[in-house]
Nanobody
Framework: QVQLVESGGGLVQAGGSLRLSCAAS????????MGWFRQAPGKEREFVAG????????YYVDSVKGRFTISRDNAKNTVYLQMNSLKPEDTAVYYC??????????????????WGQGTQVTVSS
């Protein structure tokens, strides 16, 4: 069982930056691949970025490549999403999620067993 708590969301102007954090409970954090998803009003939940259990492999949706960076600190049971050059279209609720399959980085929500409650990111133009 893993419990996830996101933080770091907020209101920022276009071009600004935010860093999201996701703190995980339990001692088995390193046994999970981790992902960040987002969901805007009226839209489906979208994969944003994923990271392998060791942090050695990362994936990003094309729309955030070069602007967002996912990382993890297994000693602190925390995964991060650094978001730079934010755009109004990045506005959404951002969720972190844990997948016990450490051999892949899934990009669909139903592959993830555990979810945080979400944190709102609003980018004004």
């Amino acid at each position: 069982q893993v419990q996830l708590v996101e933080s770091g969301g907020g209101l920022v102007q276009a071009g600004g930056s935010l860093r999201l954090s996701c703190a995980a409970s339990g001692r088995t954090f390193s046994r999970y691949s981790m992902g960040w998803f987002r969901q805007a009003p009226g839209k489906e939940r979208e994969f944003v970025a994923g990271i392998s259990w060791s942090g050695g492999i990362t994936y990003y949706v094309d729309s955030v490549k070069g602007r967002f960076t996912i990382s993890r600190d297994n000693a602190k049971n925390t995964v991060y999403l650094q978001m730079n050059s934010l755009k109004p279209e990045d506005t959404a609720v951002y969720y972190c999620a844990a997948d016990p399959n450490i051999w892949t980085i899934a990009r669909v929500p139903n592959k993830y067993n555990y979810w945080g409650q979400g944190t709102q990111v609003t980018v004004s133009s």
